[in-house]
């Protein structure tokens, strides 16, 4: 909005000239984000605490010690997540790019995902929400409409085809069978993510972490000088996306303060939902699906963890972690929560600096 309406002006007062770069308006979204996460996190979170009651329910048959050191925290904490982030991105970036409303469509949709499934759990005092097949359904056919946008919108070259890592030449035509897979990219990223949110910061922080990096990637698939150099495929329009990102890792950063061991809240399926769509669908739209499950390898080993262990539970009758998802597994070996976040962390940084690497080495 705010590029809308002073640009325009830029030709009376130069300084409005500012409002016309990404970088600008990327740094602007990130600070605006954070200080309305600042502004309305402490007053969320006390109308949170006294609607919720006993707070989020706790799985009885998750770590012992979560039953008594995160009982009664609130949850829903991604409805102040991604008040700041829609907020800031719809301030600013113009009205008229085409990628922007797609990305916000999946994120807020599978927020009011999330936000009835964290409704179901608190109303029946259960760690089991809405069925899970109704869930999928629900994050498909939204995924569905985006992906289905997404392609309309994307260069004739790139509708229906998965471009490989480091092979600036190859590739991967993949016709109508695209749209499935970028349904299973978004999806996919959704709910690896909400695998991921066990503790404190360790999902917030890692998705701060892939933002990031996408928002670089956004930027320079954008621009067609960088593409020309980095031999990377231009795709007109998403160095808007980099503003998303910068949103989200502002409206990210202001959670983290309230969601930092020990939690004062917790985001619940309304953050961890959308915040992976929103991954999943930049990634999309980046035409850097591939480079997502680098640079978000954490989330990917938390989902293979949870589906190694109920395969083998199911074959063989035995577990291979001492827990899963892999994070509750260290907690079960007796790493403090703290070491493993960071450790995660640290893994989510040296994954996103390898993922950023394939940009150029091509």
């Known amino acids: 909005m705010l590029p809308d309406l002073l640009v325009p002006l830029a030709g009376d007062f130069q300084i409005f000239n500012v409002f016309r770069y990404i970088t600008f308006r990327t740094g602007g979204a990130l600070m605006t984000a954070l200080i309305i996460a600042f502004l309305i996190g402490k007053p969320m979170i006390c109308w949170l605490k006294h609607r919720q009651g006993q707070g989020q329910p706790i799985r009885d048959d998750g770590p012992e010690s979560h039953l008594a050191s995160k009982q009664g925290t609130p949850?829903?904490?991604?409805?102040?997540?991604?008040?700041?982030?829609?907020?800031?991105?719809?301030?600013?970036?113009?009205?008229?790019?085409?990628?922007?409303?797609?990305?916000?469509?999946?994120?807020?949709?599978?927020?009011?995902?999330?936000?009835?499934?964290?409704?179901?759990?608190?109303?029946?005092?259960?760690?089991?929400?809405?069925?899970?097949?109704?869930?999928?359904?629900?994050?498909?056919?939204?995924?569905?409409?985006?992906?289905?946008?997404?392609?309309?919108?994307?260069?004739?070259?790139?509708?229906?085809?998965?471009?490989?890592?480091?092979?600036?030449?190859?590739?991967?035509?993949?016709?109508?069978?695209?749209?499935?897979?970028?349904?299973?990219?978004?999806?996919?990223?959704?709910?690896?993510?909400?695998?991921?949110?066990?503790?404190?910061?360790?999902?917030?922080?890692?998705?701060?972490?892939?933002?990031?990096?996408?928002?670089?990637?956004?930027?320079?698939?954008?621009?067609?000088?960088?593409?020309?150099?980095?031999?990377?495929?231009?795709?007109?329009g998403t160095g808007e996306l980099a503003v998303i990102c910068g949103a989200l890792i502002g409206a990210g950063l202001g959670f983290l303060w309230h969601n930092a061991p020990p939690a004062s809240v917790f985001m619940g399926d309304t953050g961890s939902l959308s915040l992976g769509g929103c991954l999943g669908s930049v990634a999309v739209a980046t035409r850097h699906e591939l480079v997502l499950a680098i640079i978000g390898g954490l989330f990917v080993l938390e989902t293979i963890s949870v589906i190694v262990q109920v395969l083998s539970f199911r074959l063989t009758g035995k577990r291979v972690f001492a827990m899963a998802p892999l994070h509750h597994h260290f907690e079960k070996k007796g790493w403090a929560e703290s070491t493993i976040v960071i450790r995660f962390w640290i893994i989510s940084i040296i994954l996103a600096l390898i993922g950023l690497a394939t940009l150029k080495l091509r």
Not at 113 to 123: I, T
Not at 139 to 145: D, G, S, V
Not at 201 to 212: D, K, N
Request: net charge neutral.
């Open 75 to 236: 949850t829903m904490g991604g409805v102040f997540i991604l008040l700041a982030f829609a907020i800031s991105a719809l301030l600013w970036i113009p009205w008229g790019s085409l990628y922007l409303w797609p990305i916000l469509f999946v994120t807020l949709g599978y927020g009011v995902v999330g936000f009835v499934d964290d409704l179901a759990k608190l109303r029946h005092r259960t760690a089991q929400g809405i069925p899970g097949r109704w869930k999928l359904m629900a994050q498909m056919a939204i995924a569905l409409l985006a992906v289905l946008y997404l392609i309309e919108i994307t260069p004739d070259a790139l509708r229906y085809v998965v471009t490989m890592p480091s092979f600036k030449d190859i590739l991967i035509p993949l016709g109508v069978f695209y749209v499935p897979f970028a349904l299973v990219v978004i999806v996919g990223a959704s709910n690896a993510v909400n695998l991921t949110d066990g503790l404190d910061g360790l999902a917030i922080g890692s998705v701060i972490i892939c933002a990031a990096s996408f928002a670089l990637i956004a930027y320079l698939v954008g621009n067609a000088v960088f593409t020309d150099y980095l031999q990377l495929h231009y795709v007109p």
